[in-house]
């Protein structure tokens, strides 16, 4: 395990070229407090650095994921609204976004609010059967936090977005699925068996290339297309042909030697 800060609300390590974050108030069904929102900047912050990361999966403790802020903490406290996080902090879903790892949100429970904005902002969002969805904030008179109405659309569509977001159906796994917000679902009894393999999967592959398909990724949506084209062919001659090559080759090779059997049989 690599040496990571250690949080009070999120339970964080490093494994190899793999980072988890999970949220670890479980007894809350991990809901959002001041406390977890600031951490969670900081967490993503400090492994936003660490070059060593490729995957990032975020995760919760428990049967639930995120299901939002914690109201009854909020409604015990008289106070809590006089301890919001810095504005800083909502640059959290920006991280998952932005970051050079590939980021895949597991979702293993309730997702709604910041924790569905939070998953929104990830490269890649798996669910267990079990998970339940909802926006959830204009039902208490709130707009939306974490980037999520610029998220939500690139993943679901402009249409989808607005009915997530307005009307906030309560929605299942396979209701995700269909709209696109989840791409696999597994039944629950196997979905940490199933999100292990994926895992091991994704950490297998070359580290630079994930790397530089993200930057891909997040320049596409700020340049023009010549432009993006310019840095994308950089990047992609550069690591046709320098360090690591040989094994670009290799596997390009064992890829053309599998299409002949393939087509041999």
């Not at 976004?97 to 895949?104: I, Q, R």
């Not at 997530?164 to 696999?184: H, M, N, T």
């Amino acid at each position: 395990m690599g040496g990571v800060t250690r949080w009070e609300t999120l339970d964080v390590s490093v494994d190899g070229p793999v980072a988890w974050v999970r949220f670890n108030r479980p007894r809350q069904r991990n809901s959002v407090t001041t406390e977890m929102a600031v951490e969670m900047y900081g967490a993503l912050s400090e492994l936003a650095a660490l070059d060593t990361v490729s995957v990032l999966v975020l995760t919760g403790n428990g049967d639930a994921f995120c299901p939002g802020a914690d109201l009854r903490a909020a409604a015990e406290d008289g106070q809590a609204a006089r301890r919001l996080p810095d504005p800083e902090t909502y640059q959290s879903a920006r991280l998952l976004h932005e970051m050079p790892a590939l980021t895949v949100a597991a979702i293993n429970g309730a997702c709604a609010g910041a924790g569905f904005a939070w998953a929104a902002a990830c490269d890649v969002r798996v669910a267990a059967a079990s998970a339940r969805f909802a926006t959830a904030f204009l039902p208490v008179g709130l707009p939306g936090e974490l980037g999520l109405a610029w998220t939500l659309p690139r993943s679901v569509g402009a249409t989808r977005a607005r009915e997530l977001l307005f009307l906030a159906p309560k929605i299942d796994a396979e209701q995700a699925r269909e709209y696109g917000f989840v791409s696999r679902v597994w039944p629950a009894e196997s979905f940490q068996r199933e999100l292990d393999g994926l895992v091991t999967q994704l950490a297998g592959r070359r580290p630079e290339a994930i790397r530089e398909m993200k930057r891909n990724l997040v320049e596409a949506e700020r340049l023009p297309l010549g432009d993006y084209i310019t840095g994308e062919s950089a990047r992609y001659l550069a690591l046709l042909t320098g360090d690591g090559a040989d094994s670009v080759r290799d596997r390009m090779a064992q890829r053309r030697d599998q299409i002949q059997a393939d087509h041999a049989e």
